[in-house]
């Protein structure tokens, strides 16, 4: 587990939990891996109690499954999660950008612009699959911000905690971060021409095609998913 600096502004709940869904998305923590209290506590020179408070907090998000008496362990990617999640995204995100396109907002054009430099940055160096996702949920939250929607990303991403470790993992497999970046400069070319012919083709291909590769990343980690069945 990689474990972080602690900030002064943080609670050792707020660290540990910090800690934790940071090793959990990344996959550091890998679906079905038990999780020891005492170990945890060790690790991160905290008493137990914050640790089982930001574990409780995680379970909320479906991060973990807290087992009264036995053991903690990282929850498995539920692909039923998954697809609410994509279907939930890609419904309300395609509205956003229909609202997005309504208006010019050359200011959105550039930030959204400086983001994607800084992922071009984060490819140039190399693959770095979590500094790059962090600037590509930067990019997407500044859409949400431009017409006052900032509270249906935060839900949007509560929903997908399931979405975002399978979309980690198929990058690791499947997806050059390239096609990635390249899709980031089509969508700012859409913002910037005002072209609402373009969001469903964009959508279909950054946030749905995500799931394509299911019964291929299924084979190959089989161990990390909720049987199908269940």
Known sequence: MKVLESLNSESA??????????????LTLIPGQGI???ELAEELKISRTPVREALILLEQEALVVIQPKR???VSKIDMKKVQNAIFVRATLEQEI???VVQTPNQQLVTEMSQLVELQKLVLNAGDNLSAFYALDNQFHLLIYEAVEKEAVWS???????HYNRFRQLNAIENISLSDVFKQHRELIDLIQRQDASGIETFINGHIKDVSHHFNEVYQKHSDYFVAINE
């Not at 709940?13 to 990344?26: E, F, G, H, P, T």
């Open 13 to 26: 709940r707020q660290y540990a939990y910090r800690v934790l869904r940071s090793n959990i998305m990344n």
């Open 155 to 161: 839900m949007i991403e509560g929903l997908s905690t």
């Open 36 to 38: 020891s209290e005492p």
């Open 97 to 99: 950008l229909r609202m």
């Open 71 to 73: 053991k903690t362990i």
